[in-house]
């Protein structure tokens, strides 16, 4: 549904499936950014401004060009990678694909939806994690907006607004095409979870892949210790004190009141919290 809401973990689990490549191959924390930005709808003024300015009779619509070019676009993705399997699966953390079956009307969509609080903690934990090429004035404002709360504000503003949106695609989406699983479920009941997931593609796995992936390596976790944060992409195994799940039982009164107050209300909507007095 958004960043830090499991993408990087579901496409770990998917990356053990014999018949799945990802894209790149065998990178499964690259990130399917078409709908990013909304920079679909600069393809279709490129689309609009060439008719208007051909001179022609162009019969084609903006709705077959976006069929016609994202079958291309993914046609030219397999083969300049080579991909010799017969699925592929791509990823995005960022929830603006509400125009996706207009692009892609023949493919599925899982939708992965996490527990807010623990999507906020983990959100601003990730949000004080510097890289070696920041300077000294951007990694002060990332400490100061760490420490002084307004990370934690922010990944409530984000997952309110993410939140919405999840719930205005779904609205209008068939049942068919789209499959909404919990985070929560895929750490705690992997087996069980992973099943649905392929009896919705209609693809068979087999016990041996299940076992995998519920064995399967932590990969990018905003809880990675701040000593291995620069490898936090390598995949590590999981250790006991690794639990996901809950992390936000130990906030402050102060910042259960914020969440609540600026998204208590999509919690509820997402069905993690009957009411507010949590």
């Known amino acids: 549904m958004s960043v830090r809401s ?7 689990l998917i990356s053990y499936h014999p018949d799945f490549e990802t894209l790149p191959p065998g990178m499964t924390k690259a990130e399917f950014a078409f709908f990013r930005g909304k920079k679909e709808n600069e393809l279709i003024s490129f689309f609009e401004n060439f ?16 069929k016609e ?15 010799q399997k017969p699925y592929i699966f791509i990823k995005e953390p960022h929830i ?8 892609f009307p023949d493919k599925k969509v899982i939708m992965i939806i996490r527990d807010g609080r623990d999507q906020v903690s983990s959100f601003a934990r990730a949000s004080n994690f510097h890289k070696k090429s ?17 990370s934690f504000y922010q990944g409530c503003h984000y997952f309110k607004k993410n939140a919405r949106q999840f719930i205005k695609n779904t609205r209008k989406w068939s049942d068919e095409k789209y499959l909404v699983i919990r985070f929560e479920h895929l750490e705690n009941q992997t087996a069980e979870e992973i099943k649905r997931v ?16 519920e064995n399967c390596e932590i990969i990018g976790s905003s809880f990675t210790p701040k000593s291995e944060y620069r490898n936090r992409w390598k995949p590590r195994q999981k250790s ?39």
């Open 51 to 66: 008719k208007h300015y051909s001179f022609a009779d162009f019969k084609t619509s903006n709705e077959d060009f976006k």
């Open 96 to 103: 603006q694909v509400e125009h996706f079956f207009e692009w």
């Open 6 to 12: 499991g993408t990087n973990f579901i496409g770990k």
């Open 134 to 150: 920041y300077g000294l004035s951007k990694i002060a404002r990332m400490t100061l907006k760490y420490y002084s709360g307004y």
């Open 240 to 278: 006991h004190s690794f639990q996901p799940v809950g992390r936000w039982k130990n906030w402050n009164v102060l910042k259960k009141i914020t969440f609540k107050l600026i998204a208590g209300k999509e919690l509820i909507l997402l069905g993690y919290e009957k009411d507010n007095s949590w």
């Open 198 to 213: 392929f009896h919705f593609w209609g693809v068979e796995i087999d016990e041996n892949t299940i076992h995998a992936m």
């Open 69 to 83: 070019f994202s079958k291309w676009f993914l046609d030219f993705l397999l083969s300049r990678h080579e991909v």
